[in-house]
């Protein structure tokens, strides 16, 4: 079958240039390409849907990573390369989102949410332990007449 | 001729979800007994309309009929048959059919299962459910018509997604949407007790079985795909924070939250308001979820635009239920009164802190999948929020829920005591500590938060195991006597346990895999062997076949351990001429304690292959014990007691203040 292997190798040496991580891109420096690989894992990667350039096999992603990796190389700070990257591509590009600005709404609501739930539901709790009367279960009129029909 | 007597079944069932949700409603309103009665048959037949519409579709998908256009844009004459069937649901229009199929389906059996229910409260919950249907068959026939012809038809099909061509997700969505839609029976009793006024015990003790079974629905649909996110797409990662997840998610921690409290409604007379509440919101999420993704708007604002019509009808249908069943909440919630009274510890407050923890796990997730909409809309910021947000806002909620658990579970109702709470738990209290920092001290590489999980795990499989414990033998209670009981033990407790442990299972196979999993990635040719931990793999040869629709290259890997070979690996890549996309195929050697995991890549001059080989440890425990949380779920829904009785509980009801 050479046709269908000629079609086939040219199909995927085509269509895909990189799959994620490529080994030929990992640095030498085994500390120096653990801390490449946490950022890439907080980049986005901005052709694809919700992937970070970590997973992803866009050719954006793995242009990208080498960048990222040669920033390293470089000497900046893990801080210094997301500075670079968000300077170039925007604030997008960030999967963990900066806690600054209107963002503190976002990591704020959380832990406010579970306070304010925990005070209504504490006095909640503390009502219906005192089983306040007036919230008792109690006859209406009707059915007063009604049991004094039944019992005559 | 089939779709077009599909298409017009279609169009007579909206016509009879429309009078289904009319003359009961007329005939709850003037008291007549018989317009009332007529939902019970009209259910029934617009479930076989709409079955016979679905079917005609699934007729022109395997019979490759080009002519309509949604098989020519969606399927493929060479792809095997149940890709065939499978692309019935594989797209916006059909996966609609389904979902309105499910929808009456559940509308049917509420009318055959519900002969108990009292004639009033039964006719208001089917009008309801089939108003949802007239929104959605509306929605169908005017935006999103699955039977619209193609003139010319094509010679052939575009295909199928090729990464949705897999017997996981085959199965993911109908699962999904029995969960989903289940949901909406739950909600058409909300509604029936906001306008009615009542809510009684036996209203509670008929909104848990529904709720349960949606809930063990979308377990097993969200497990599924996951699933097929972990073997398909080529890294293993098995939960991505995806909007796409996140709208079945979010459904699942409410209806889990509304599980628990409808037990509160119906033992305890009380949070019934909130049970309401509750299942409104549930149905909410689970409408957003199904729509606002495949409107696209989550991803981005501007897809949305796109396509106005679909987009803007969605919107409608989600405020016209949302937002009036909210707001007949607003009005009317404060007829429903409690009754039953509890101490601050007590099985009922437990309640109420899990389902405040779960709902606070939903709300982060919601605002994390929302806020990239929200802070463009708002503030001009356009941004992504990542796993990175998820994982660390909503973890501390589920820490906080696994903390509690197993001690609220054993609580008594009414009123109970912390301290002896804790004296039952004891043994798990002290499994989980010794064994967390046992695993913490021989662990292969120094992590933190993975023994922390195991422990978390332990303490909830232990807990689990000693709530059964004390349900057979409460006190001085031979061991014998004690395994006696364990026959007698009702559904609803083994099945409480079951789900409980099987959290455990699921946290323990999180913790594992994100903790201590090894990573290998290379370029190897043929003939080449690596260590991968105490495995050794060798590249054996590549190869090429042809499949019915595609042309896959593979490699073929011989892993063996301790000169004893274990088994032979072929991953593959695929390509898919007709869709013009490749897939990768990862190759698996599943295991109780690990996956080994096999990726092959990009060729490279000289023959080399990528090669990214993993090491999963207690991979298959996150789906495995999502298994047994659905197992639990099962058990507990056979139990009698949620069964016999609710007739009779029926009539005995509370009434209310109007």
């Not at chain 2, 407050?349 to 929200?374: D, E, K, M, Q, R």
């Not at chain 2, 662990?443 to 332990?458: D, H, S």
Request: charged share 15%.
């Amino acid at each position: 079958m050479p046709f269908f292997r000629l079609s086939l190798i040219c199909a995927l040496l085509t269509a895909i240039p990189a799959a994620a991580v490529e080994p030929d891109e990992i640095l030498p420096e085994p500390a120096l390409e653990e801390r490449a690989r946490a950022i890439s894992k907080e980049l986005r990667c901005l052709v694809c849907q919700n992937e970070s350039i970590d997973d992803s096999n866009a050719p954006l992603a793995e242009d990208l990573r080498l960048l990222v990796r040669e920033l390293l190389v470089s000497g900046l700070t893990d801080d210094e390369v997301f500075e670079h990257v968000t300077g170039r591509y925007g604030e997008f590009v960030l999967l963990r989102p900066r806690a600054s600005g209107s963002n503190l709404i976002l990591y704020l609501a959380g832990p406010a949410f579970l306070l304010t739930a925990l005070g209504v539901a504490a006095v909640y709790v503390r009502r219906r332990g005192r089983g306040r009367p007036s919230e008792r279960q109690e006859l209406s009129e009707a059915e007063k007449r009604k049991i004094q029909e039944l019992t005559g | 001729m089939v779709t077009e007597l599909g298409h017009f079944a279609a169009i007579l069932a909206f016509l009879v979800a429309l009078c289904q949700c009319v003359v009961p409603s007329v005939g709850y309103y003037f008291g007549w007994d018989r317009w009332m009665r007529f939902a019970m048959p009209a259910s029934a037949l617009q479930f076989a309309l709409t079955l016979f519409a679905f079917l005609a579709l699934c007729h022109a998908f395997i019979n490759s009929d080009f002519s309509l256009s949604l098989v020519a844009g969606n399927s493929h004459s060479a792809k095997p048959l149940i890709y065939r069937v499978a692309g019935v649901w594989g797209n916006h229009e059909g996966s609609m059919l389904l979902w309105v199929l499910v929808l009456t389906l559940f509308g049917m059996f509420v009318a055959c299962f519900g002969r108990p229910l009292p004639l009033r409260l039964k006719s208001l919950v089917l009008a309801v459910q089939s108003a949802i249907s007239t929104a959605f068959f509306a929605f169908i026939l005017l935006t999103s018509n699955p039977f619209n012809r193609l003139l010319p038809p094509p010679a052939d099909g575009a295909g199928l997604e090729p990464l949705l061509q897999d017997p996981g997700l085959a199965v993911h969505p109908p699962l999904l949407y029995l969960g989903y839609v289940g949901l909406s029976v739950s909600f058409s009793f909300a509604v029936a007790a906001l306008i009615s006024g009542r809510a009684d015990a036996a209203w509670a003790r008929w909104v848990r079985p529904w709720t349960l079974t949606s809930w063990i629905f979308l377990t097993l649909g969200i497990a599924i795909g996951s699933w097929w996110a972990y073997y398909e797409l080529g890294w293993g990662g098995w939960w991505f924070w995806d909007p796409v997840e996140n709208a079945s998610f979010m459904p699942w921690l409410l209806s889990t939250a509304l599980l628990h409290s409808a037990m509160v409604a119906e033992k305890r007379e009380c949070l019934k308001s909130w049970v309401i509440l509750l299942a409104i919101l549930a149905f909410s999420l689970s409408l957003s979820g199904t729509f606002l993704t495949r409107s696209g708007i989550i991803t981005s604002v501007h897809s949305f635009a796109s396509d106005p019509g679909r987009g803007l009808f969605i919107l409608s249908i989600l405020g016209l239920f949302s937002g009036g069943s909210l707001l007949l909440y607003g009005f009317r919630h404060s007829t429903l009164v409690p009754s039953g009274a509890f101490a601050l510890v007590s099985r009922e407050s437990a309640l109420i802190l899990n389902n405040i923890l779960l709902i606070g796990a939903a709300f982060v997730v919601f605002l994390g999948t929302f806020w990239p909409l929200i802070a463009e809309l708002l503030f001009q910021r356009i941004m992504s929020v990542g796993p990175q947000f998820f994982n660390s806002t909503f973890t501390p909620f589920m820490i906080g829920l696994v903390l509690v658990l197993p001690v609220g579970a054993v609580l008594p109702w009414k009123r109970a005591s912390l301290s002896e709470g804790l004296r039952r738990m004891r043994m798990a209290l002290v499994t989980a500590v010794i064994a967390g920092l046992a695993i913490y001290w021989l662990q292969p590489e120094a992590q933190f938060l993975a023994p922390i999980g195991l422990a978390l795990a332990i303490w909830l499989v232990s807990g689990a195991f000693l709530d059964i414990w004390h349900r057979i033998r409460p006190r001085r209670v031979s061991i014998r006597a004690a395994f006696a009981r364990l026959s007698g033990l009702p559904g609803a407790d083994w099945g409480k346990a079951l789900a409980h442990a099987g959290l455990g299972i699921s946290i323990a196979g999180i913790s594992a895999v994100t903790g201590w999993e090894i990573e290998d990635i290379r370029i190897a040719r043929p003939g080449d062997s690596f260590q991968l931990g105490s495995y050794s793999v060798r590249f054996e040869q590549s190869f090429e076949r042809e499949g019915p629709n595609y042309l896959a290259l593979g490699a073929e890997f011989e892993l063996t351990q301790g000169g004893k070979t274990l088994t032979t690996l072929l991953p593959e890549r695929r390509h898919y001429p007709a869709a013009g996309r490749q897939t990768t195929e990862a190759a698996i050697d599943m295991g109780f304690w690990r996956d080994i995991y096999l990726v092959v890549g990009e060729i490279h001059p000289g023959g080399g292959y990528t090669v990214k080989s993993y090491i999963k440890p207690l991979a298959n425990w996150i789906w495995l014990g999502a298994l047994v949380m659905a197992a639990g779920g099962l058990i507990s829904l056979s139990d009698r007691r949620l069964r016999i009785g609710a007739g009779r509980r029926a009539r005995q009801s509370t009434p209310v203040r109007d």
